[in-house]
């Protein structure tokens, strides 16, 4: 499928344009704020108690496929290759925002350790938007969800950042999320993965999303282990993992994974070139991630300290 500026095997072209009409749903909750280069934010209107509230479980439970082809819930749309489904970890879970049916998670997000404990990174072209919200260890239909919804404050991508050429390799994003209604900081719920320069294009990575409800009616958390290798022409490592449709742009990649702690070191996150892969065939099957060198450890000092980002 062919798209403009987004690689739409990642986040569907309906998705898209519900995002693009958002707005029309903001003003039934909260006025909208200005937005900047390279973030935007909202007034203290907008709590993770609020956000815990709208997307209560009737929402999330709405937002899903009630379709098993297997006649198995574990077994729906069964992932091919060495990606699989499993109950997903604290650190990882899905963002969701206001769009048309006010229900679709729409792409994959992780906490990264930080100085006050309230930041997470995804792909830069996954867009925030208004009113979002993070919810980790997703449970679809769950009546209530095991770390809670969090309230997106504010988010912070390189205003480089494009599609295509030497701006895809600027395809990460963080946003601050607001603490809960007993004054918790995130990451002291969740815990945090460890953010890191990538040490090089060849890594043994454990990779962690959440596919879309209409790629995967399994609606569940997917994990793979691979090695990685370079993107030609791009500072990008490539993953070959079957299984990562619409949806989990924005998954870490993570090293020296503990499967104690569940916890492990972020050098990338799903995104990159045409949004995180090849179109095609191979949309699923190859997967993309911008290397984590200085670029990023700005963006991250600029998230930490609320600071618009400001590129030459």
């Given at each position: 499928?062919?798209g403009?500026?987004?690689?739409?095997s990642r986040?569907?072209?309906a998705?898209?344009?519900?995002?693009?009409f958002?707005?029309?749903?903001?003003?039934?909750?909260?006025a909208?704020?200005?937005?900047?280069?390279?973030?935007?934010?909202r007034?203290?209107?907008?709590?993770?108690?609020?956000?815990?509230?709208f997307?209560?479980?009737?929402?999330?439970?709405?937002?899903?496929?009630?379709?098993?082809?297997?006649?198995?819930?574990?077994?729906a749309?069964?992932?091919?290759?060495?990606?699989r489904?499993?109950?997903g970890?604290?650190?990882v879970?899905?963002?969701?925002?206001?769009?048309?049916?006010?229900?679709d998670?729409?792409?994959?997000?992780?906490?990264?350790h930080?100085?006050?404990g309230?930041?997470?990174?995804?792909?830069?072209?996954c867009g925030?938007?208004?009113?979002?919200?993070?919810?980790p260890?997703?449970?679809?239909?769950?009546?209530?969800?095991p770390?809670g919804?969090?309230?997106?404050?504010?988010?912070?991508?390189?205003?480089?950042?494009?599609?295509t050429?030497?701006?895809s390799?600027?395809?990460?994003?963080?946003?601050t999320v607001k603490?809960?209604?007993?004054?918790?900081?995130?990451?002291?719920?969740?815990?945090?993965?460890?953010?890191?320069?990538?040490?090089?294009?060849?890594?043994?990575?454990?990779?962690?999303?959440?596919?879309?409800?209409?790629?995967?009616?399994?609606?569940?958390?997917?994990?793979?282990?691979a090695?990685?290798?370079?993107?030609?022409?791009?500072?990008?490592?490539?993953?070959?993992?079957?299984?990562?449709?619409?949806?989990t742009?924005?998954s870490?990649w993570?090293?020296?994974?503990?499967?104690?702690?569940?916890?492990?070191?972020?050098?990338?996150?799903?995104?990159?070139?045409?949004?995180?892969?090849?179109d095609?065939?191979?949309?699923?099957?190859?997967?993309?991630?911008?290397?984590?060198?200085?670029?990023?450890?700005?963006?991250y000092?600029?998230?930490?300290?609320g600071?618009e980002?400001q590129?030459?």
């Open positions: 499928m062919v403009v500026l987004v690689r739409f986040w569907s072209r998705r898209w344009v519900r995002a693009l958002a707005g029309l749903y903001v003003v039934a909750l909260a909208a704020v200005p937005r900047g280069a390279g973030g935007h934010g007034d203290d209107g907008w709590s993770s108690e609020e956000a815990r509230r997307w209560g479980p009737a929402r999330m439970s709405t937002a899903t496929v009630d379709d098993d082809a297997d006649g198995d819930k574990d077994g749309q069964r992932i091919t290759g060495s990606a489904h499993f109950d970890i604290p650190t879970g899905v963002l969701f925002y206001v769009g048309e049916d006010m229900r998670h729409h792409c994959t997000a992780s906490v990264v930080s100085p006050k309230n930041l997470i990174v995804s792909a830069g072209h925030f938007g208004d009113d979002a919200a993070f919810v260890d997703y449970r679809q239909g769950e009546s209530k969800q770390y919804v969090w309230a997106v404050d504010r988010s912070f991508v390189d205003p480089r950042r494009e599609d050429g030497d701006g390799d600027l395809d990460f994003a963080f946003a603490a809960d209604s007993r004054g918790r900081q995130l990451e002291r719920v969740t815990g945090a993965n460890r953010l890191v320069r990538t040490p090089g294009y060849v890594n043994r990575v454990t990779v962690i999303g959440y596919p879309s409800s209409e790629s995967d009616p399994a609606d569940r958390a997917i994990r793979c282990t090695m990685t290798g370079r993107l030609p022409g791009h500072r990008q490592m490539t993953m070959r993992c079957d299984g990562f449709y619409s949806g742009s924005g870490p993570l090293a020296n994974y503990d499967e104690k702690t569940r916890t492990g070191d972020l050098i990338g996150v799903l995104g990159g070139l045409n949004g995180g892969g090849p095609g065939e191979e949309s699923d099957k190859v997967s993309y991630s911008p290397m984590n060198d200085d670029e990023i450890f700005r963006l000092v600029d998230a930490i300290n600071r980002p590129r030459a």
